[in-house]
């Protein structure tokens, strides 16, 4: 069983940057499908980025040209770059890694993630 320690949230003005990390305690290089999600209060959890063994990307419409996921297969960490943020990337965000049910690797197949980390918090205000 995986363990994902995510870091890197904070509080930053619109338009602002910052870099989230997530350390696995197992090798991440062949695992077939990693993610990052968010949840802002009073609202569903949902895809942001998910990047598959090969290194393939998908993105939600809203950070498409402002978020990008990546991996370092050294380090066993998942990252997500986040650049112009906007008051409404607010949330908690989460990793997760591989698929129960052997679904897509896609940011709308949320539910189907079977290890997930405790959450990070990332605010920015207008």
């Known amino acids: 069983q995986v363990q994902l320690v995510e870091s890197g949230g904070g509080s930053v003005q619109a338009g602002g940057s910052l870099r989230l990390s997530c350390a696995a305690s197992?090798?991440?290089?062949?695992?077939?499908?990693m993610g990052w999600f968010r949840q802002a209060p009073g609202k569903e959890r949902e895809g942001v980025a998910t990047?598959?063994?090969?290194?393939?990307?998908s993105y939600e419409d809203s950070v498409k040209g402002r978020f990008i996921i990546s991996k370092d297969n050294v380090k066993n960490t998942l990252y997500l770059q986040m650049d112009e943020l906007r008051p409404e990337d607010t949330a908690m965000y989460y990793c997760?890694?591989?698929?129960?049910?052997?679904?897509?690797?896609?940011?709308?197949?949320?539910?189907?993630?079977?290890?997930w980390g405790q959450g990070t918090q990332v605010t920015v205000s207008s």
């Open positions: 197992e090798f991440i290089s062949k695992r077939y499908c």
């Open positions: 990047i598959r063994s090969d290194r393939s990307t």
């Open positions: 997760a890694a591989d698929l129960k049910y052997g679904g897509p690797c896609s940011v709308s197949n949320w539910a189907d993630f079977l290890y």
